[in-house]
């Protein structure tokens, strides 16, 4: 079986493609309208809901960007992980029930149409359309790298297919992709994000156990491996330090309620009450599934100070690696087949709201009408995205996680004012939210792009954030209450 | 207290200004650095294990619980009962993160660290006990959820609401 390892992965990996492109025959047929392509009714169940936020979550940002940033700096990244009781707090406190209430008064087929109206503002819709865009493309193609790096891995190994280039890998990756999304929309994402969820815990268990025992000694002795190296490493800083680990805390903790590939999903359920259930739902799928993130990243890790597994070129191919070396065949395959998964149910929901964007709500915002005919640009629209996002991640060679950083910086730094506080502060308001994004976004964008690094590693997404919050918070302080829609106020008051 | 837990938060916020403003004046900008033999595994820098950065870690890492716990509050509303929680949970974190930071403090003197549950002792602070101090909040809010996010009466509310905006749209159209 071993010398068939990496044909068995690869049909893992093809059967895999086979069910997505199943499932978005079969959504295209329940897909009749934009509303069906952008909300899928309002019609899901808690258990659906919740293995489908957990999944957006995480994706190949945590299943390969994750792992990678570990065996690179060390107990650094984790605090990505360990934000996720107080983040989950957050969703479940701050936003479940109120984008849930929302969604019924609204009737939104997007997040920027539930702001517009507790905004009472065009100008803000198209400032949330423009901030999910740009966020779009920098998470999008992580997860487009993510796909191309694990592929490109996997083919490399067989030598009937021999190597081939990441470009190549990536216009393979998004061509299965773009099928599945422009077909499916919303309602192939989230029923493909149940069965990959679903995956992902369990191959996240296995993979696991197999990384205990792939070091002699367990976790105890990886621990001690990594010390006797460098012990900051295993530190709870690792070799980031305080400040640089602090600051994803911060931007990690409070950006989760500010993804709108996953809220928007809040607003997707059948019954209201359902928000008791379905953040405590998605924080079990998401712990057991990070077990994944820590424990390939520290294993590979040891591995390399130990001597017994080649030095990695690119901390990326730590997973890969891993499960092509040391996990079972068809644990090995499964678990790829539930990375691509991960990868590319979390990249249909950035199409999704993309699209969402392009043709509803910039429209909206501009000429105060969506375009003719939605559901023929919405598809079009969608492929065009991931074009835009396939070339952003061929021009910048930051790892999956970084970029990842990156785009989810970009949607915090946006939407956690407007919507995680705004949505609960009837005294926030239009102009906060505008200039609040401006901010936000200038900044992030003005030290990404501009290659600027920070003292003590300290992240500019998080930096970002502080200010757009402060600015929030001082502009709407020190403006006039706004009059809000009457029902709007009466359920910001529930 | 609800109405004046906004500004307060905006004077957190400003704090949290302050205290980064000090870290990038004073602080340099310092590249990663490479493992000496193995090229993509960083090490660590012994500038970023200074005293006065883990003093300022430590005040930053206060701020911003009491930044995650102020927030919490904003959004339960005036008429959640049972708010005291908040305070116990926000305290119990705070100490958790002191305790790692004061474990931490120590951990890098030791010639063979203890281990917890196969982690350094300030690793599994890290590890176990900032991962799971804030479910105490998601606790009180999945226990309580009928007295304090969404009560009966509030649905009956609610359902008004919404029949009233319908009746309203039926009638322009």
């Not at chain 1, 936020?53 to 690179?72: C, D, E, I, K």
């Not at chain 1, 359309?129 to 487009?144: E, N, T």
């Not at chain 1, 209450?481 to 009457?486: E, R, V």
């Not at chain 2, 003197?109 to 196969?118: C, F, R, W, Y």
Request: glycine residues 10%; aromatic residues 10%.
């Amino acid at each position: 079986m071993e010398g068939a390892r990496n044909t068995i992965v690869l049909v893992c990996v093809g059967l895999y493609m086979v069910i997505c492109i199943i499932v978005g025959v079969w959504a295209l047929r329940r897909t009749r309208s934009s509303r069906d392509f952008f909300m899928a009714g309002r019609d899901l169940g808690v258990f659906v809901t919740g293995i489908a936020v957990f999944s957006s979550t995480l994706s190949g940002f945590g299943f390969v960007g994750g792992p990678g940033l570990v065996y690179r700096m060390g107990m650094s990244s984790i605090w990505m992980v360990v934000c996720t009781g107080i983040g989950f707090s957050f969703s479940a406190i701050l936003l479940a029930k109120r984008l849930r209430l929302f969604a019924e008064v609204c009737d939104p087929v997007s997040l920027p149409d539930v702001v517009a109206v507790r905004y009472r503002s065009e100008s803000a819709r198209f400032m949330t359309a423009i901030a999910i865009l740009l966020g779009v493309i920098g998470y999008l193609a992580a997860q487009i790298k993510a796909m191309a790096t694990v592929l490109q891995d996997i083919v490399s190994r067989n030598s009937a297919i021999g190597d081939l280039s990441l470009a190549t890998c990536v216009v393979i990756s998004c061509a299965v992709l773009v099928f599945y999304c422009v077909t499916g929309g919303i309602i192939a994402s989230v029923y493909t994000d149940l069965f990959q969820g679903l995956v992902m815990i369990v191959a996240a268990i296995l993979v696991f156990f197999t990384a205990m025992h792939a070091f002699p000694g367990g976790f105890a002795s990886m621990s001690e491996t990594i010390m006797a190296d460098d012990p900051a490493a295993m530190g709870p800083w690792g070799t980031l330090g305080v400040l640089g680990c602090l600051s994803w805390y911060f931007l990690f903790s409070l950006g989760g309620t500010g993804q709108p590939h996953i809220i928007t999903k809040m607003m997707m359920n059948k019954r209201v009450r359902d928000a008791r259930n379905i953040i405590p739902v998605s924080f079990l799928g998401y712990g057991l599934s990070a077990l994944l993130w820590i424990s390939i990243g520290l294993v590979m890790r040891a591995l390399v100070l130990q001597g017994t597994h080649p030095s990695l070129d690119n901390p990326d191919q730590a997973a890969p690696q891993f499960l092509q070396t040391y996990a079972h065949p068809i644990l090995s395959g499964v678990v790829f087949a539930g990375l691509f998964a991960a990868i590319m149910s979390t990249a249909d929901g950035f199409l999704n709201i993309a699209a969402a964007a392009i043709v509803h709500d910039i429209p909206r915002a501009i000429w105060g009408k969506s375009l003719k005919r939605e559901l023929l640009w919405a598809r079009t629209a969608t492929v065009a995205t991931a074009v835009v996002a396939a070339a952003f991640c061929l021009m910048y060679d930051d790892l999956v996680a970084l970029l990842g950083a990156f785009g989810w910086g970009t949607f915090a730094v946006a939407l956690v004012p407007v919507v995680a506080i705004g949505f609960n502060w009837k005294r926030a308001t239009a102009l906060a939210a505008n200039v609040s994004m401006a901010v936000g976004l200038v900044t992030i964008f003005t030290l990404k792009l501009g290659g600027i690094n920070l003292p003590y590693h300290i992240d500019g997404g998080a930096v970002a954030l502080v200010l757009s919050l402060t600015v929030f918070f001082g502009i709407s302080l020190f403006s006039k209450p706004p009059k809000l829609d009457p029902d709007v106020e009466k359920v910001m008051e529930i | 207290m609800t109405k004046r837990l906004p500004a307060f938060i905006f004077g957190l916020l400003l704090t949290m200004c302050v205290v980064l403003g000090i870290a990038l004046l004073v602080g340099e900008v310092t590249p990663n650095r490479s493992h000496l033999q193995y090229a993509a595994m960083d090490r660590s820098d012994p500038a970023l294990q200074e005293t006065a950065v883990a003093w300022l870690g430590w005040v930053l890492g206060v701020l911003e619980i009491v930044f995650f716990v102020s927030c919490l509050v904003l959004g339960v509303g005036r008429r959640a009962r049972g708010k005291r929680v908040f305070l116990l949970g926000g305290l119990v974190y705070a100490a958790v993160f002191t305790a790692l930071t004061v474990t931490d403090a120590w951990y890098m003197e030791q010639d063979a660290p203890t281990l917890v549950l196969s982690f350094p002792v300030p690793t599994a602070w890290m590890l176990y006990g900032m991962w799971a101090a804030p479910l105490i909040f998601m606790a009180w809010y999945w226990i309580g959820f009928d007295r304090n996010i969404l009560t009966p009466e509030d649905m009956e509310t609610f359902r008004g609401i919404v029949q009233d905006r319908r009746n309203r749209e039926e009638g322009e159209s």
